[in-house]
């Protein structure tokens, strides 16, 4: 999926008339600071007109307060407009895909006919020809077929999908581009995976997270206590025998509670998913997302996140009285032909060298003899697995020892052993070890600083495994792993307290996908795991995992520092207004206004613009999300106390001194 | 200032070294440890089952009323009751009423003059019988918060915590405080008021009276009633320089030690250690602020032919020093003890300032019990905020904070402004506060501000120079003392319900842990913000306005 840069023209507009739409109270409501600010503008409003009809009041100074209130009430709905907007671009397309899907659908006597894709029913078959785009979720029920996906996952590479197996499943607006196949329609009309994909992007179907519920009960707590400390200022003023007027206390009021963190509370919410999918994966709830973001422990798969898919030759092994050389060069000359990285690595290991002679008679590798090699006039040369090579023919007991007690040491580092034969003679093992990634060892470090535990789960045997996590560093692996272990393993941990993430793509990995706190279902798997997990992974790549789980930490981090920054810069706007307000009943509190601010109005004035444009301007950080590095949680703390603590501290303290200089330049209090 | 600085550091550093050991003693009693005691009262009322929270509360607030009623009674009736050697009268339904809230709700708030107004039983059958079971209910919800935090089943049983706060605690420590004061001169009689012939050769009445056990309670307890007028400031009260110190050091004991013990009971040690560390920091501020604010003189002086080069003397109790009435100011409004031991209405504007931020913030170290029990719900936001802020759905100590927990905590938090802001409001702009004023202008708003902020706290001191023995002073403060005392406790123990019934997860380093400074930070942070934000525009009204006012 393509993303929109943060203020394309495209987006701002609309966003900027959806602001306007928003000021509806029946939405205004869903945000109680914000809805409370509406209130009390609408309040300054109706005593700006009372009092230019009455020709009373200060009209130029009264009427630029409401001016900025609204604005900060609409600047608050612009921010959300704008983050929704990104995703209602996207939904456009996809809803454009799914308009146009036509489906050729096979009735009882086996004749097709074409009807839209809306009309088709669960259990329904439709034949999708090369070039035609599949009409609705299902699954291949015969055939196999190249398809692109790249409308769903913006990943143009075609991928193979096959009946039977965990590759059958395919997405309704995907393209078949060779072959054939017969599918069963597995989704209602509505239902499919396209309509919830429009649904997320669009933030249709977007309720507020528990996270975000409480900390609106926060806000809107925060709110009445500063209703109350404005709201006794008349009777205190009375006291002093003096009184203040009601839009400068609507200023204040507006001033202190929480608006910058609630104007951009639910843009930060709607953002975060937006990563998510920027990032190809569908998160099905916000919860879901914050959830990554507590992960304890994360389950990866062995192949393809912890070691590249491929083995690598990386050591010859003769039998005793064998001589190296001979061992390498059968080798060599039996990999010649065997074009798998597997068999490329052990040409390269042998040094290269000369190309097949021409008598060779490559032999292929097939799944009944599990073994591989080449025919050359005199000699046989075999390799494959120890089993299926000793299967061959009859060797010498002590040889089948020695070669034993070879393989089981490379089974023990880790490593694959191949077994090589010549013309009945047995010369030795190829060591294949597993590859691991580069760089995901610190990665792992990485997330252990941040208190994350690894585990590997791996089909190998235990030897073989703890080798293998012993080099990758995870801190736990689980070797043999059947779809039973990892439900228990999950269990295990859950019952510890921890929340656990995994990846699956198999319909036997659902139940464990379902029982773990965050699932991510591969899109390549089956339909039942896409429906277990709660997010879909649209490029199939269990590595980004680790990447999830600092999309969900730094939505919440994003959420929490614009909490403490809005916070924080009470301080300065107490500075600002109250000496302003209550100078006139003591002029000595003149002593208050640190900032040597022009004029009471002009610090009233002030003090609300910078409240009114700080949220555009913390419009990007909410949309893009606090920076986030990986570590310990007290550093993290630390961190973003100093920014944002601290920076809310000051920054409003130089904001409102410098608005107020150009207000008195340009004489507008 | 060398003696200034050595006093903080002997009274406030010996009492915490004394508060570690009494804290460890107080975990292992209402751990149950002592199970010979236990079962004396357990067998005696035939048992003290197991209760959630909201039997706890339930229970908690039945004694509650049930000994406010009692005590209602016999103040109402004290005319008619023995013990009455001075033969005082019935006292105005209304001032029984705020006197029976005031000392059920741990506060002593005295709208009267305990020697002119009760008879000897009223004092100690009501009122030194109160000053006991109103601090033991609050050691008592602190003990039940901490089991429900440590992972316990149940909360307890509030009989049994009550007992064991009330006899194996408060009594002992009164009975040595008492002995003490007693020895150095504080009366302990049940003779009437003595007759004596000055050297003037005029004849005086001096009111004396079972003194010194009403005393040692008042401090140990939080309580701060006096049994005389002028509380400790009064010298059969409070006799010399060694009764001063050992009642600063009885003050503030239990309240420290109450950190501990939660600390013990919930089995985090290094939590307490943070949490005792933002409350000593509060505190050593506070001080620092009310001493040197003092040392500067008194401006109604400014203009006379007065030397003043040893700080503000005016309304300080020059037997016992000048420095300890601001100290005293501090820890009596930093715990709500409310005792003291110099005129609050006398100090400079400034230092009038620190005792109210001590009360508006009620939890640098606070009331027995209560004052941890405050503190957690300043905990509970700043674990909110710090939680999201480390990337995490926020938890306490496993526990995850949700709505739930927020919106009780947030209406715990509230309920503090709205009723200082609120009743100063109400009497600020009619004849019911200005009225009863001796000061006009900013000084008298501070008198009103002092009031409800004392009340709400369950503080009990007064700035004084208020005529506050009327009706309507009697009714507000006693009904503010009321919602005051029994919200914040009660919110506490319904959040700590909500978070037991949920799954508790496991910590690691990406969790936020409550145990390193820089959480403390963070709590310090989140207790000026929430505490005494609110309270800005008030404090710029009163002392921050007189202040300015006098400076020019």
């Not at chain 1, 980004?544 to 916070?567: A, C, D, N």
Request: glycine share 10%; charged share 15%; with cysteine.
């Amino acid at each position: 999926m393509q993303s929109a840069s943060l203020f394309e023209r495209a987006l701002v507009v609309p966003a900027m008339r959806d602001a306007v739409f928003k000021l509806d109270p029946r939405t205004m409501v869903r945000n109680p600071v914000m809805f409370t600010t509406a209130v009390v503008a609408t309040v300054a409003t109706v005593i700006l007109v009372r009092n230019l009809s009455a020709g009373t009041g200060d009209p130029l100074f009264e009427g630029q307060l409401v001016f900025w209130l609204w604005l900060t009430v609409l600047f608050g709905n612009f921010a959300e407009a704008l983050a929704e907007g990104r995703g209602k671009a996207q939904a456009q397309s996809l809803r454009q895909t799914k308009d146009q899907l036509v489906a050729l659908r096979i009735g009882r006597n086996g004749a097709t006919e074409q009807i839209p894709a809306t009309q088709l029913r669960f259990g329904d078959l439709v034949l999708v020809c090369e070039g035609q785009q599949i009409p609705a979720d299902g699954e291949v029920v015969a055939g196999v077929a190249s398809v692109n996906e790249a409308a769903i996952t913006g990943e143009s590479a075609p991928v193979i999908r096959e009946a039977g197996g965990d590759r059958s499943a395919v997405t309704a607006g995907t393209t078949v581009i060779s072959d054939e196949i017969r599918v069963k329609v597995t989704a209602e009309p509505g239902s499919g995976f396209l309509d919830r994909m429009i649904a997320l992007v669009e933030g249709a179907s977007r309720q507020k997270t528990p996270n975000e519920i409480a900390l609106t009960i926060l806000l809107t707590g925060l709110t009445l206590i500063f209703l109350v400390a404005v709201g006794t200022l008349p009777a205190f003023a009375a006291y002093a025998g003096g009184s203040i007027a009601v839009p400068v206390l609507i200023a204040l009021f507006v001033a202190l509670i929480p608006t910058t963190i609630s104007g951009l509370l639910s843009a930060i919410g709607i953002a975060g998913m937006d990563r998510l999918i920027r990032f190809n994966v569908l998160a099905k709830s916000g919860r879901a997302v914050e959830a990554a973001g507590d992960i304890g422990t994360l389950l990866l798969d062995k192949t393809g996140t912890i070691t590249i898919g491929d083995r690598q030759a990386s050591e010859f092994v003769p039998l005793p009285g064998v001589a190296e050389a001979d061992l390498v060069a059968a080798a060599r000359l039996s990999s010649l032909a065997d074009t798998t990285p597997e068999g490329r690595s052990i040409v390269a290991l042998a040094g290269g060298g000369e190309d097949l002679p021409a008598n060779a008679e490559p032999v292929p590798f097939s799944a009944q003899t599990r073994v591989s090699g080449i025919d050359l006039p005199e000699r046989i040369i075999r390799k494959g697995a120890v089993d299926a090579v000793l299967k061959l023919g009859a060797h010498p007991e002590a040889a089948v020892a020695d070669l034993r007690r070879i393989t089981d040491r490379i089974a023990q580092a880790g490593g694959t052993p191949l077994a090589v034969v010549e013309n009945d003679r047995l010369l030795g093992a190829i060591h294949l070890k597993d590859v691991i990634k580069a760089g995901i060892r610190e990665r792992f470090v990485e997330l252990r600083r941040m208190g994350i535990r690894t585990v590997m789960i791996t089909g190998d045997n235990p030897l073989t495994a703890a080798a293998i996590a012993a080099e990758a560093g995870v801190d736990d692996f689980l070797a043999e792993a059947t779809p039973e272990d990892k439900l228990a393993y999950i269990r295990k941990e859950q019952a510890e307290g921890k929340l656990v993430a995994m990846c699956g793509d198999g319909t036997n990995d659902a139940p464990a996908l379902a029982q773990s706190d965050v699932g991510v279902a591969m899109n390549t798997g089956t339909q039942a795991a896409r429906e277990a997990g709660n997010m879909v992974d649209l490029d199939s790549d269990p590595t980004k995992l680790i990447e999830v789980v600092g999309i969900g930490k730094q939505l919440l981090m994003t959420r929490g520092s614009l909490t403490t920054f809005s916070i924080a810069n009470d301080v300065a706007k107490y500075f600002a207004i109250l000496p302003a307000i209550l100078v006139v009943l003591y002029p000595a509190l003149g002593a208050l206004n640190v900032m040597g601010l022009s004029s009471p109005s002009s610090a009233i004035l002030s003090a609300i613009i910078f409240n009114a444009i700080i949220i555009p301007l913390l419009v990007p950080l909410a949309l893009q999300g606090v920076r986030y590095r990986p570590m310990p949680a007290a550093s993290q703390l630390l961190r973003n106390l100093a920014i944002y603590g601290a920076g809310g501290v000051i920054a409003p303290f130089i904001g409102i001194k410098l608005i107020d200089i150009a207000v008195a330049a340009l004489g507008l209090a | 200032m060398f003696t200034a600085i050595l006093t903080v550091i002997l009274i406030v550093g010996g009492t915490a070294l004394l508060a570690w050991p009494l804290g460890k003693y107080m975990a292992a009693l209402f751990s149950g440890r002592f199970a010979a005691a236990d079962g004396i009262f357990t067998r005696a009322v035939g048992g003290a089952p197991a209760q959630d929270w909201k039997q706890y509360s339930l229970a908690l607030i039945a004694f509650n009323a049930l000994m406010f009623v009692f005590v209602f009674a016999m103040l109402a009736l004290q005319h008619a009751l023995p013990l009455n050697p001075d033969g005082q009268g019935p006292a105005s339904l209304d001032l029984v009423f705020n006197t029976a809230s005031s000392f059920t709700t741990n506060t002593n708030l005295q709208h009267y003059s305990g020697e002119s107004t009760w008879s000897y039983l009223a004092q100690l059958g009501g009122l030194m019988w109160l000053q006991f079971v109103s601090a033991a209910t609050g050691i008592a919800a602190l003990a039940a918060l901490a089991r429900g935090i440590g992972e316990q089943a149940s909360m307890g049983n509030f009989f049994l915590d009550l007992q064991r706060a009330s006899f194996c605690v408060l009594l002992p420590l009164a009975i040595i405080v008492a002995c003490f004061i007693a020895l150095r001169g504080v009366p302990m009689t049940f003779d009437g008021a003595a007759t004596v012939t000055t050297l003037e050769g005029a004849v005086q009445t001096i009111a004396r009276g079972p003194a010194a056990a009403f005393v040692a309670i008042k401090q140990l307890g939080t309580n701060g009633g006096g049994f005389f007028g002028p509380n400790s400031t009064h010298p059969l009260e409070n006799a010399d320089f060694w009764t001063n110190c050992f009642q600063m050091v009885s003050l503030i004991i239990i309240p420290m030690a109450c950190v501990w013990m939660f600390g013990r009971m919930i089995g985090r040690i290094k939590h307490a250690g943070v949490v005792f560390g933002v409350m000593a920091v509060l505190l050593l501020v506070k001080m620092t602020a009310a001493i040197g604010f003092e040392t500067a003189p008194t401006q109604a002086f400014a203009d006379l032919p007065v030397a003043q080069d040893v700080g503000n003397l005016e309304g300080k109790e020059l037997r016992l020093g000048a420095t300890t009435g601001p100290l005293w100011a501090v820890l009596t409004t930093s715990t709500s003890n409310g005792s003291v031991g110099a005129m609050h209405d006398s100090l400079n504007p400034l230092t009038g300032l620190v005792p109210m931020a001590g009360m508006w913030l009620n939890e640098t170290f606070g009331g027995v019990g209560v004052g941890m029990i405050n503190m957690f719900l300043y905990i509970m936001v700043a674990v909110f905020v710090a939680g999201m802020m480390v990337g995490r759905t926020p938890e306490y100590l496993g526990h995850r904070v949700e709505g739930r927990e927020m919106r009780l905590a947030v209406l715990a938090l509230i309920s503090h402004p709205v009723l200082i802001l609120g009743g100063t409001a109400l009497f600020a702009a009619t004849a019911w506060g200005a009225g009863t004023l001796n000061n006009a202008g900013a000084h008298g708003f501070s008198e009103i501000l002092y009031e409800f902020s004392s009340a709400a706290a369950n503080n009990g001191s007064g700035f004084e120079g208020l005529g506050d023995n009327t009706v309507p002073w009697n009714i507000a403060t006693g009904l503010v003392m009321l919602i005051g005392r029994y919200l914040p406790i009660i919110v506490p123990l319904a959040i700590v319900g909500s978070l037991m019934a949920k799954r508790r997860s496991a910590e690691s380093a990406g969790t936020l842990s409550v145990e390193g400074g820089t959480f403390g930070v963070m709590l310090f942070i989140t207790i000026l913000i929430f505490g005494a934000l609110t309270f800005f525009p008030a404090a710029a009204l009163g002392p921050v306005a007189e202040h300015l006012t006098l400076m020019r």
